[in-house]
């Protein structure tokens, strides 16, 4: 309904369009009447007295059509996705952890990093600009070469790895669904003795 003032008619006995449909108004009592054309762009109501209320929506103007704005990441099955923009460069399907409102490379060896663990980057960028970072659901890298049903833990300067890590922190990040494919769900961490 629109913000615009009804146009109130009073009438005795007329033809008025209620719900598209044609009626006689005659001391309050509505009956069917022959077909009348009406303008597209008014609803007719008729209260409990003899008065017709006609009520015209206002004409919508486009003033100007926004651009198409950048594809966002390819979807796969249940991922999560944050953004947070780049300390450093930072290389894509790399763990990284925010310092300081910015992402940064996640390292088994800084045991500090390991409650700080976010996600995978989802593709190369720039200091300063967002990085997509994936914090769950399934991953697919064509150049990965995973073993099937094994863990993939945190490495060292934030490199994916499926050998254990024996210093710092172990952190299992997700297991590999396929050679080229991992479902990303962090565990808690393991801090290592030295």
């Given at each position: 309904?629109?913000?615009?003032?009804?146009?109130?008619?009073?009438?005795?006995?007329s033809e008025v369009i209620v719900?598209?449909?044609?009626?006689?108004?005659?001391?309050?009592?509505?009956?069917p009447a022959d077909v009348v054309e009406t303008a597209s762009d008014e609803i007719v109501t008729v209260d409990a007295g003899?008065?017709?209320i006609v009520t015209r929506e206002p004409e919508i103007t486009l003033i100007d059509v926004g651009t198409q704005g950048p594809p966002g990441p390819p979807g796969e099955m249940g991922a999560a996705y944050v953004e947070f923009p780049a300390a450093v460069p930072l290389g894509g399907n790399r763990m990284v952890?925010?310092?300081a409102g910015e992402a940064v490379y996640a390292d088994h060896t800084t045991v500090a990093d390991a409650n700080l663990v976010l996600g995978i980057t989802?593709?190369?960028?720039?200091?300063?600009?967002?990085?997509?970072?994936?914090?769950?659901?399934?991953?697919t890298e064509p150049s990965w070469a995973w073993t099937p049903d094994a863990p993939v833990f945190v490495g060292p300067v934030g490199t994916l790895t499926q050998v254990?890590?024996?210093?710092?922190?172990?952190?299992?990040?997700?297991?590999a669904t396929s050679p080229?494919?991992?479902?990303?769900g962090a565990r808690l961490p393991i801090v290592l003795q030295e």
């Open positions: 309904m629109s913000n615009c003032a009804p146009e109130i008619i009073e009438v005795g006995e719900d598209e449909q044609v009626v006689v108004v005659v001391d309050s009592v509505e009956q003899d008065t017709v952890r925010v310092l989802r593709g190369a960028v720039s200091a300063g600009a967002l990085a997509q970072i994936q914090t769950g659901g399934l991953m254990p890590p024996t210093t710092g922190f172990n952190l299992i990040v997700g297991v080229t494919q991992i479902f990303i």
